[in-house]
């Protein structure tokens, strides 16, 4: 059963001796995940869940998956990107008062960490032209590269 919600609290009540596997989705807006004109994030976050109690301790292990938009760094276009933590882990020491825990501020800061630090659409990615701007992917533009000046002063030598 997968049901979309604001957030993901465990009740340790109802995890089960053998350990119970929770699966769902976080909504977009709840994790707040959108930085403007940097990323955009319409999808939920997807999480595959196990979680086991172990004396006095919860463990959660499973996976994070995020569909969302990132900003090419070379030609500034938004691309989709499919972000994926299949290692994602959390523990939490509990005593006999602890009723919940809740992970949503733990797994949103777990699947950042997996974002792409330098966002490119294609690995072969033209970028923009440095000149006039041109998406060289997309447009062919009239500018020369521009000369190499100690070059051109070397050249002046002859
Ligand atoms: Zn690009
Ligand atoms: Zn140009």
New binding site residues.
């Given amino acids: 059963m997968v049901e979309m919600n604001d957030t993901l609290t465990l009740y340790i009540e109802d995890i089960q001796e053998g350990g119970s596997h929770y699966e769902g989705d976080i909504a977009p807006k709840a994790l707040d995940l959108a930085v403007e004109d940097l990323i955009q994030s319409e999808q939920p976050l997807h999480y595959a869940l196990d979680a086991t109690l172990v004396s006095e301790e919860l463990l959660v292990q499973g996976s994070l998956q995020l569909d969302l938009s990132m900003r090419c760094s070379r030609c500034s276009v938004f691309y989709p990107v499919g972000v994926r933590e299949s290692a994602y882990f959390f523990d939490e020491q509990i005593d006999e008062t602890t009723e919940s825990v809740d992970l949503t501020e733990d797994m949103r800061e777990a699947i950042i960490l997996a974002f792409p630090s330098y966002p490119v659409c294609s690995s072969d990615c033209k970028g923009l ?1 440095p ?2 701007g ?1 998406n060289k992917n997309t447009n062919e ?3 020369k590269p521009p000369d190499d000046v100690r070059w051109a002063a070397l050249d002046g030598l002859g």
Avoid: A, G, I
């Fill in positions: 032209c000149q006039c041109t533009c009239d500018c």
